[in-house]
């Protein structure tokens, strides 16, 4: 264990890291790696404008 408690390698901060990680993506969605940018802009606008 370092002297350092701040650091990725430490079980605490490496599973607050990942666990922020998984909730963000839940919450904004990850894109398969095939849409890019402008498809994911493109899907928020209605189709009737």
Known sequence: ???YTNKM???????????RTLLRAEVFGVA?????FV???A???PADR
Request: without cysteine.
């Open 43 to 45: 899907a928020g606008i």
């Open 9 to 19: 390698n430490e079980v605490k901060p490496h599973r607050a890291w990942a666990e």
């Open 32 to 36: 398969r790696e095939d849409v890019g």
């Open 1 to 3: 264990r370092s002297a």
């Open 39 to 41: 498809e994911l802009l």
